[in-house]
């Protein structure tokens, strides 16, 4: 069987782009695939995760770290060939940098924490299995520039647009500033991850150079997300510098504008099991680029 009538005969358990339809599915995967004894958290912890789809750890990196992710960033932010490459998303208006990407693989410094115990042991816990890199980045939501993100699913975008199978994956972001509820933090429905919403539209050429500076393609139905807010209501992340959220795959989250003089930061990692690597997409025509999504499955930590 060639590739192409492969693709058109798997099962896809979670279609969406498909004709203007517009459906709420019930997920079909587990949420907490380990057990206590496969890593740090304790049985109360993975039940809250179960329950809302998100955990916070309020204080997983030491100020020493911060001080020093921030420099970090400075110091990609300034790097002229940082901020030429496509891996380096610049706000338009003001020509402050937004986010780079693919920070694991570009700074030795995020390489470390991507492959620290404190987060992988936390993902395999979670996901039941070895863990690799899908996806990182670093995130600055620079005050009075920083713009919002409009609601939505990652999953929803890593099945259509990265070939991610099923619901197996996890978010770790890790605050390099203190996260106040006026300053743009995250956002998230919880309980909202045990409901799959497919999508509207098809998936443009060349769709991630648009939605990773803001979603598009991908974002769910007005009516959806208001019956969605009356059934699960939102959770506003405030913490301080050096605490996290992980935060599932399906979590329906989003993110004010910051209006304020003082900015927001981050450090973003996904992880994906060994066991749910990419396959071709579900409903775009190509792949996105690996930094997007990555298809180096080698297991983190494990280097």
Not at 102 to 111: A, W
Not at 128 to 145: I, M, T
Not at 246 to 264: E, I, K, L, Q, W
Request: net charge negative; hydrophobic share 35%; charged share 30%.
């Amino acid at each position: 069987m060639t590739a192409i009538a492969e693709k058109q005969h798997r099962i896809d358990a979670y279609p969406t782009r498909n004709d203007g339809e517009v459906k709420v599915m019930p997920r079909e995967d587990k949420v907490v695939w380990g057990a206590v004894g496969d890593g740090p958290m304790d049985q109360a912890t993975l039940d809250d995760y179960d329950s809302k789809g998100y955990l916070t750890v309020d204080r997983l990196v030491s100020d020493d770290e911060v001080a020093e992710f921030h420099r970090e960033l400075e110091r990609l932010s300034n790097d002229p060939k940082v901020r030429a490459d496509e891996r380096c998303i610049i706000e338009a208006r003001s020509q402050e940098v937004r986010s780079v990407f693919d920070v694991h693989r570009i700074s030795p410094v995020f390489q470390k924490i991507a492959n620290d115990r404190r987060v992988v042991d936390r993902a395999r816990q979670l996901l039941g299995s070895d863990v690799y890199v899908h996806q990182s980045r670093v995130n600055f939501k620079p005050g009075f520039e920083g713009k919002e993100f409009m609601w939505h699913s990652d999953f929803e975008t890593w099945h259509a647009e990265d070939g991610m199978p099923r619901m197996r994956a996890v978010s770790i972001s890790i605050s390099m500033t203190d996260n106040y509820s006026y300053n743009g933090p995250l956002m998230i429905m919880p309980g909202s991850h045990r409901e799959y919403v497919s999508c509207d539209g098809a998936t443009p050429e060349g769709n991630y150079r648009k939605s990773l500076v803001m979603q598009g393609a991908g974002t769910p139905d007005k009516e959806v997300l208001r019956e969605f807010y009356e059934r699960f209501g939102i959770d506003v992340l405030e913490g301080q510098a050096g605490g996290a959220v992980m935060f599932d795959s399906n979590c329906m989250h989003a993110s004010n504008g910051n209006v304020t003089p003082y900015p927001r930061s981050n450090v973003f990692i996904v992880f994906n099991s060994v066991e749910n690597t990419l396959e071709e997409p579900f409903a775009a025509p190509q792949p996105r680029p690996e930094f997007a999504g990555s298809h180096d499955f080698t297991p983190a930590g494990r280097r």
